[in-house]
């Protein structure tokens, strides 16, 4: 018997070329568990990044948030004359 893939001559009771490494027609895919192909997938795999996003905002906040407390002053401060300019 001939290997499909390689041609090589391998053994009646082969189940795969020991050459290649191609299963031999009919031998081969009765051990081999079939593999399905479209599998389904969870949908909760679609909040993963959203999880993250919201942990590194948490993780973000909690390493700035002296930086926070002086930048919100800032714009708290700027914040009357800059709508005083804009509506007038």
């Known amino acids: ?32 568990a079939p593999s399905n192909a479209a599998q389904h997938v969870s949908g909760a795999w679609y909040l993963v990044p959203l999880f993250f996003g919201i942990l590194g905002g948490i ?16 714009v708290w401060r700027l914040r009357d004359p800059i709508i005083s300019g804009v509506s007038a």
Not at 1 to 28: L, Y
């Open 59 to 74: 993780i973000a906040w909690a390493v700035n948030k002296d930086t926070l407390n002086r930048f919100t002053s800032l």
């Open 1 to 32: 018997m001939f290997c499909q893939s390689c041609g090589r001559a391998i053994a009646e009771t082969a189940s795969v070329c020991p050459n290649c490494g191609a299963p031999v027609k009919g031998m081969a895919m009765s051990s081999v």
